[in-house]
């Protein structure tokens, strides 16, 4: 049966309907000996006719073939004769489908595997950061990309900012007691509790460059009886450069009532564990901010509103964009040829979608308004209020002399501009 079954593969077996054809009823069966039959004619008469091309308008034109019908010697179609070859599988279809899984397959695990060529490219590619120093510390890293630079071509202090604010929210998302808002704890989502910021002090030594990856690590630790402080360190991943220190106080205020309120012990026993006892890394400046009005303030520049994309899920603007509002009255001399070296932020009140705010700034120490290119180091005092009277932030900043590459390129800048 197996050798019947590959002779048919290449060579015509006649069929059960052929045989009897040719056998004639008293006659016995009919002679086969050196006379051709007539479906051996027959299959050469098509072979023939096959590879004839057919002629339209005297240009030979091809037809599709079907070798699944096979035309008998009355002109009836019938099925082809059954072989070994055509009853297997459609094996391409299968063998498709397992290249496909397979591909899958191993773009997942080159997903899950990835390395990075270079020992400066970005280690964690996912953001996710990861615990660290026995679950107290949290670490994240950062790419500078080519939005969050400036036209000095450094990362802009907000860009900093927003670094600080999304290793803080993720610390407390991986520490698992992430529920709503803010970094809300589960005790203090019953309460309607939410963090707000009281006073941030920040320290850059150098500002990281288009490319840079950046190596965040954060904290907190106890402040008071009703506070908590958080700190960061910002390195440079390559080097280990210290390149940004923050230190930062948070107290609790009811999102409902908009009031502060105490540290429920409960709310302190979820985040006691992960209290680090460590000195600020930023020495606190004690220095008392000045309230500024019309009359003491240099530059004044008002009519600045918050924006829908302003606010962030408490409702209330974010606290990085009240520094972008507290620069838009510092001087242009000073943006174009000194950089921001430190600053020190106190909150006071919130900030709504449809408050209008005015942005103060006066010159302190030795700097001279006139002569602002030539000093070498500058402090600033700031207040941003609304325009009723009352105080958002008030702010001191420091501001040394760009690097000489720097502040060649600011200069281009604004020689193109005027």
Not at 27 to 43: E, I, L, T, W, Y
Not at 52 to 79: Q, R, W, Y
Not at 344 to 363: K, N
């Amino acid at each position: 049966m197996v050798a019947t079954a590959a002779t048919s593969a290449f060579f015509a077996v006649p069929s059960p309907d052929s045989i009897a054809k040719t056998t004639r009823p008293g006659n016995g069966v009919a002679s086969v000996g050196p006379m051709k039959s007539k479906s051996a004619s027959v299959g050469l008469q098509m072979k023939a006719n096959a590879q004839a091309l057919p002629k339209i308008n005297g240009s030979s034109v091809g037809l599709t073939t079907f070798p699944g019908i096979v035309k008998t010697e009355d002109g009836t179609s019938s099925p082809p004769p059954r072989t070994f070859i055509n009853q297997l599988p459609d094996w391409s279809m299968l063998l498709a489908a397992i290249t496909t899984i397979f591909l899958a397959a191993e773009k997942q695990w080159m997903m899950l595997d990835w390395k990075p060529r270079r020992p400066d490219m970005l280690m964690d590619p996912f953001g996710l950061g990861r615990i660290v120093q026995d679950g107290l510390v949290f670490r994240q890293n950062f790419s500078i990309r080519s939005y969050e630079i400036g036209a000095d071509r450094t990362a802009s202090i907000e860009t900093l900012m927003n670094h600080l604010q999304e290793t803080a929210l993720n610390h407390v998302k991986t520490a698992g007691l992430l529920v709503d808002g803010f970094g809300s704890t589960p005790e203090m989502s019953k309460r309607n509790l939410i963090w707000v910021v009281t006073k941030m002090q920040i320290l850059v030594d150098r500002y990281p460059s288009w490319g840079d990856v950046v190596q965040v690590d954060t904290w907190v630790c106890g402040s008071g009886k009703n506070g908590m402080r958080r700190d960061w360190h910002v390195r440079d991943l390559k080097t280990g450069e210290t390149l940004t220190r923050a230190s930062s106080v948070w107290v609790m205020m009811n999102k409902h009532t908009r009031r502060l309120s105490k540290l429920p012990e409960e709310v302190r026993g979820e985040i006691e564990p992960f209290f680090l006892n460590s000195p600020p890394v930023v020495a606190e400046d004690d220095r008392k901010l000045p309230k500024l009005d019309e009359c003491t303030a240099d530059f004044v520049r008002s009519g600045l509103t918050p924006r829908w994309h302003d606010l962030d899920v408490n409702q209330h603007v974010n606290n990085v964009k009240y520094i972008g509002w507290i620069l838009e009255s510092a001087p242009l001399p000073i943006l174009e040829t000194h950089e921001l070296s430190a600053i020190t932020l106190e909150y006071r009140r919130e900030c709504g979608r449809d408050s209008v705010l005015q942005s103060l700034t006066a010159l302190s120490g030795n700097g001279v308004v006139d002569d602002l290119e030539n000093s070498a180091e500058v402090e600033c005092q700031h207040l941003l209020r609304l325009e009723s009277g009352g105080e958002i932030v008030r702010a001191r900043t420091e501001w040394r002399p760009k690097p000489a590459n720097n502040r060649g390129v600011a200069g281009e800048v604004s020689a193109e501009s005027a």
